[in-house]
């Protein structure tokens, strides 16, 4: 029928082909639609899919069914009243810091470091890359001192009250690579909140390897610590 758009899946359905706006980039288009899911007896949901070549972007539409006296295929539902929703992701956590995510259970101490790192990945997206730098630079402060808090519980207020680096210096020294790689990781967040920058030649990628290498550090010796204390002796 004219003015009508056959789809492929479902069987049997057209659409009424009228231009619609992009919720993405506002130009009217007529989108090219992937799938159609009926949804109750009169409502159909699509994926569409803006054709303009630079948006390219997906969204959803929903339409109504038509009463179309006289249709060409005796089989076919039409499908007018076409609605356009902006289909919006949620923001989730980096995929670098999933892992972590993952393991909050049973390493709290990856919790405070996890959320403050992406919300610093989530300013560095938006290329509000001051306020990144800073984030990224609170998030190693959490992952060391919580971590430590964690192996010496009651220490936890001198923990909480003491520079960064006094607390690396006091607690970590039994694994020199840790203290090695957070002291840089130090070294070049303090530039981030500092006036003038020490280490020109590093920026926040920089930066952010080297937060991730604390972590993996810790995480390296945590996992061996866990397989040493569930396999203690050889079984026969
Ligand atoms: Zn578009």
């Known amino acids: 029928m004219e003015g009508y758009t056959k789809l492929t899946i479902p069987d049997n359905t057209y659409i009424h082909d009228c231009a619609v706006e992009c919720p993405n980039c506002g130009v ?23 054709t303009l070549h630079e948006c390219g972007l997906p969204f959803l539409e929903t339409f109504k069914k038509a009463q179309v006296h006289k249709p060409s295929d005796q089989n076919a539902i039409y499908y007018y009243n076409r ?41 560095e997206s938006e290329n509000l890359h001051q306020i990144a730098g800073m984030g990224f630079r609170k998030s190693l402060e959490f992952l060391v001192k919580d971590y430590v808090i964690y192996l010496h519980p009651e220490h936890s207020s001198s923990i909480i009250k003491n ?74």
């Open 28 to 50: 009217s288009i007529i989108p090219k639609i992937s799938v159609g899911v009926k949804v109750m007896e009169n409502k159909l949901l699509t994926i569409s899919e803006c």
């Open 83 to 123: 609605k356009v929703y902006e289909y919006v992701t949620s923001y989730n956590e980096p995929e670098e810091i999933e892992v972590y995510v993952e393991l909050i259970k049973a390493r709290p101490f990856y919790q405070s470091f996890s959320e403050i790192y992406s919300q610093a990945h989530h300013a």
């Open 163 to 236: 520079a960064i680096t006094k607390v690396i210096e006091e607690y970590l020294s039994h694994d020199q690579r840790l203290v090695d790689i957070s002291t840089r990781a130090i070294w070049l967040g303090n530039d981030e909140a500092h006036y003038k920058r020490k280490w020109v030649e590093k920026d926040i990628h920089d930066l952010k390897k080297l937060v991730l290498l604390a972590a993996q550090t810790i995480e390296y010796e945590e996992s061996i610590k866990g397989y040493l204390s569930t396999m203690k002796e050889p079984r026969k």
